[in-house]
């Protein structure tokens, strides 16, 4: 494992697999993360597909910190709906309790996500803003040398590229219908209600 300023690190294993985190990685022994991933996928049929795009999107092996970057924008996400659920129920409806985690793991991804991936040996580089078409799983390929870098992007276009990338449609429907989709997006993301 190597260190990038003491954010990122790679951690490559000789698979082509990405493994989406499940349930016991992202909420280890927390019940209140359980609760709330159990509450998730039984409200939003989505909820499988947002966490396997998102996970496509950014790979399984950039961490931040000691832990996956993805793992650690889906416990964001988790936490902010726990809370939610926590709160008088009847005050929230499932699109307001999709938009809490929304905006959670967006704020969270704006913090361990904007990075770029160097290929040192082809000078290659992959990044949400330049290479949105392709995920980072499938750009990776057989690349050996990899590094990580903190890149400098607008914080509304990459909550845009990101949103566009990873939600599903039905939660994107939500969204637009109850007019949450500027929330989620705006540059100054805040997972509070």
Same mark, same amino acid.
């Given at each position: ?38 509450? /998730? ?56 309790? /999709?938009?809490?985690? /929304? ?32 995920? /980072? ?57």
């Amino acid at each position: 494992m190597r260190k990038y300023n003491n954010k990122w690190s790679i951690v490559v294993t000789n698979t082509h697999y990405i493994k989406t985190p499940d349930r016991d990685d992202i909420c280890g022994s927390n019940s209140a993360l359980a609760d709330a991933y159990d509450h /998730l996928h039984h409200q939003w049929i989505g909820a499988d597909e947002f966490f396997r795009r998102f996970t496509h999107l950014f790979g399984d092996f950039i961490y931040h910190g000691e832990r996956p970057a993805v793992t650690s924008v889906f416990q964001q996400g988790l936490s902010a709906y726990a809370d939610v659920l926590q709160r008088d129920n009847r005050r929230y409806f499932p699109h307001d309790r /999709l938009k809490a985690f /929304l905006s959670a793991c967006f704020f969270q991804a704006l913090i361990v996500c904007r990075f770029s991936v160097i290929d040192s040996e082809d000078g290659e580089t992959w990044s949400l803003l330049l290479n949105h078409d392709v995920p /980072l799983s499938l750009w990776k390929g057989d690349r050996k040398k990899l590094d990580v870098e903190e890149i400098d992007i607008d914080q509304e276009h990459f909550s845009e590229l990101l949103y566009e990338k990873s939600v599903p449609e039905n939660m994107k429907r939500a969204m637009r219908r109850f007019s949450h989709e500027a929330a989620i997006m705006a540059g100054h993301l805040d997972s509070r209600h």
